[in-house]
């Protein structure tokens, strides 16, 4: 069959509207990582969902190598083997064996502990048990030392010799309970944490959280938690550094032992149901938009974030100082708040003119001036759509 002449010339298929890309969960905030080990990977995963990432190491980890006193339990438990060995982490039950090597122990260490109760407290430790090429008792499956030490005392210690692998921070209820039920308990300090060579940065993180710059701080280990906090007591801002993590900054912790150190401060702390850094990612990317209404404003949808506002789901970055400016509307907004309320927000340098100059920097920013409201010898306000605002 012919093709008319006449047919018409081949048209380019219709292209569709595409979506906006959608905005990374944790763009325009800023999170601190306080963790010594593996803090790259959780600040990649962090900078992933868009966060603007502040690494201050909070501890640093004593290499096991150097460590004497590992070195001189490893002794002890060689020419005295253990009757049950507990292994609390994986990383902690490789790192002592493989420290051993360095000092030639490896070897009497694993025999010493063939014949041991060899008890691991969740699948990490059991494979670093297995890699060793010994096999584990029994692994509880919630991975809680408590359910590891009932276990035990159900089974009998009495007159046993039981070493426990500690990881980064004493267990004294745990060790204290073993001790009361007849054992002979050996702590073993796979790995110490003591204060970073380095604290500057770990001073301007708590400078930025007591200042408002920083919108969650993570933390991946109790002794992390209790360096901050130990920190900040040196330098006279311990007081000032709990107030803001109370009520400001984001206490996002891997676990709930992790987050012992803060809440013995009543710090409010938030963590995942499994205590992994991805998880605490995932829960972090949940609740820390939350924490920010979403206002409709003018016509458009507005939810402030630490250092931008998400409006009509477009990042707008805003400077520290107008983000107060714009902080302080948004805590009534519709309200109508004087130009005294806003001062605050600027600084003691700052006069009367400098609220003019910065709500007109903000409609500038915002990209429409509607949305802040100038109230005639009053103030200002926030725009909120009608039936939105308060009476």
Same mark, same amino acid.
């Given at each position: !069959?012919?093709? @008319?002449?006449?047919?018409?010339?081949?048209?380019?298929?219709?292209?569709?509207?595409? *979506?906006?890309?959608?905005?990374?969960?944790?763009?325009?905030?800023? $999170?601190?990582?306080? &963790?010594?080990?593996?803090?790259? /990977?959780?600040?990649?995963?962090?900078?992933? #969902?868009? &966060? %603007?990432?502040?690494?201050?190491?909070?501890?640093?980890?004593?290499?096991?190598?150097?460590?004497?006193?590992?070195?001189?339990? @490893?002794?002890?438990?060689?020419?005295? *083997?253990?009757?049950?060995?507990?292994?609390?982490?994986?990383?902690?039950?490789?790192?002592?064996? %493989?420290?051993c090597e360095t000092w030639g122990q490896a070897e009497g260490l694993v025999s010493a502990m063939a014949n041991a109760r060899l008890i691991a407290r969740g699948p #990490?430790? #059991?494979?670093?048990?297995?890699?060793?090429?010994?096999?584990?008792?029994?692994?509880?499956? @919630?991975?809680?030392?408590? %359910?590891?030490?009932?276990?035990?005392? @159900?089974?009998?210690?009495?007159?046993?010799?039981?070493?426990?692998?500690?990881?980064? /921070?004493?267990? *004294?209820?745990?060790?204290?309970?073993?001790? !009361?039920?007849?054992?002979?308990?050996?702590?073993?300090?796979?790995?110490?944490?003591?204060?970073?060579?380095? $604290?500057?940065?770990?001073?301007?993180?708590?400078?930025g959280v007591v200042g408002g710059a920083v919108d969650a701080v993570t933390f991946t280990s109790a002794p992390a938690a209790a360096g901050l906090l130990a920190r900040a007591e040196q330098t006279g801002l311990r007081h000032p550094l709990v107030a803001a993590l109370r009520t400001g900054a984001l206490a996002m912790c891997v676990g709930p032992v992790t987050a012992r150190p803060l809440m013995a401060h009543d710090i409010p702390t938030v963590w995942p149901a499994r205590a992994r850094i991805g998880a605490q990612v995932r829960k972090l990317t949940e609740e820390l938009p939350d924490r920010y209404p979403l206002l409709p404003v003018a016509g458009h949808r507005l939810r402030l974030r630490g250092h931008a506002v998400l409006l009509d789901g477009v990042v707008r970055p805003i400077s520290p100082a107008l983000m107060r400016v714009l902080r302080e509307l948004a805590r009534r907004p519709g309200q109508v708040r004087d130009r005294a309320d806003l001062l605050a927000g600027l600084g003691g340098d700052a006069d009367a003119h400098a609220v003019e100059t910065a709500v007109a920097r903000l409609r500038t920013a915002l990209g429409d001036p509607k949305i802040i409201q100038t109230v005639v010898k009053r103030g200002y306000r926030l725009a909120l759509d009608s039936g939105d605002c308060p009476a």
């Open positions: !069959m012919s093709t @008319s002449a006449h047919s018409p010339p081949h048209s380019p298929p219709r292209t569709r509207p595409q *979506p906006a890309a959608a905005v990374p969960p944790l763009a325009g905030f800023t $999170v601190a990582v306080t &963790a010594a080990r593996r803090a790259d /990977e959780l600040a990649a995963l962090l900078r992933r #969902k868009g &966060a %603007e990432v502040v690494c201050a190491p909070a501890l640093r980890i004593v290499p096991l190598s150097d460590d004497q006193r590992l070195a001189a339990v @490893s002794r002890r438990l060689i020419a005295e *083997p253990a009757d049950v060995v507990v292994a609390t982490t994986g990383i902690g039950f490789r790192g002592w064996v %493989e420290a #990490k430790a #059991k494979g670093a048990i297995r890699a060793a090429g010994l096999t584990e008792e029994w692994s509880p499956p @919630s991975e809680s030392s408590a %359910e590891v030490l009932d276990y035990l005392l @159900s089974t009998g210690v009495s007159g046993l010799r039981v070493a426990v692998q500690l990881h980064g /921070e004493p267990l *004294p209820d745990f060790c204290a309970a073993l001790r !009361m039920a007849g054992a002979d308990v050996v702590e073993v300090p796979i790995y110490r944490w003591t204060e970073p060579e380095d $604290v500057a940065p770990l001073d301007r993180l708590i400078d």
